[in-house]
């Protein structure tokens, strides 16, 4: 991890702008979702990638029904016997 040279201030909602150069070179538009992570005393921000609520799996993540499966677990999922 290595310093950006951008310090900015926390606005009394706990909001802080992203400068544009950051947000351009990391490809994060508006609307854009963003997971905060916490290692130690780091804030990490990263762009919000879904995982299978399943597996945890990143790879082929569809949504369904307000929830997230990977193509694997579709796959698996269409191999169990329906009950008659
Ligand atoms: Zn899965």
Redesign the pocket.
Known sequence: MKPAGVVRKVDQLGRIVLPKSLRKRYQMNEGDPVEILVQGDHIILERYRPK??????MEE?SEFKERY?????VTEMNLIPKNA
Do not use: A, D, E, K
């Open positions: 299978c609520v399943f597996c945890g799996s993540v499966i990977c193509g694997q677990c």
